[in-house]
């Protein structure tokens, strides 16, 4: 049986260090979202894109590439039909204090709240978002899983047929 009471949302920061085997560090932070479907799930969605998708994203650039503070760093959606979460994370360099690569993530984050992302930038998310809906519904077993979502996540599977225009329906605004 699905439990039917919502977990209440946290209003203030929660702060945690976990040790474990590894010899490296990860910094990760987690931040509620909105439900899938909703308008504004597809706008921090694809912010997750800017901040993390390939080689060129801010996180890559910023933190990994000119900074050099981590090995590899990103962020992503965790889409509930309930408000879900979104994950951003970095795996520290070595003789890296994780608050530097926390800081540095933290600073492409307050950019994107005060800046809006390029036209360059906001067309090729437009191409990715086009080009990964594409690809994860060009097989059977995509069509498959995506309908199923649908049906059991938002109650629609004909939501399929449209949920790409709800994502190019995004403005540089809404991200912002």
């Known amino acids: ?16 260090t976990i040790w474990g085997k590894d010899q490296l560090p990860l910094v990760l932070q987690a931040y509620h979202i909105p439900a899938q479907g909703s ?25 990994v590439d000119e900074k050099e503070l981590a090995i590899f760093c990103g962020a992503f959606s965790f889409a509930l039909e309930d408000p879900g979460l979104t994950l951003g994370f970095a795996m520290a360099n070595m003789s890296v204090d994780p608050s530097e690569v926390e800081a ?16 360059r930038e906001f067309q090729k998310l437009r191409n990715q978002i086009e080009n990964d809906f594409i690809s994860s519904n060009s097989t059977v077993a995509g069509i498959a899983e995506s309908l199923a979502n649908y049906h059991m996540y938002l109650g629609d599977a004909n939501l399929l047929n449209t949920e790409i225009q709800r994502y190019l329906s995004v403005t540089r605004e809404d991200i912002l």
């Open 1 to 16: 049986v699905r439990p039917s009471t919502p977990e209440p949302m946290k209003t203030a920061e929660v702060r945690d």
């Open 104 to 119: 540095a993530m933290n600073e492409e984050i307050t950019k994107l709240q005060n800046e809006l992302i390029t036209e």
């Open 39 to 63: 308008s504004e799930f597809y706008a921090v969605d694809m912010l997750n894109q800017v901040l993390s998708q390939g080689e060129s994203s801010r996180l890559n650039k910023s933190v």
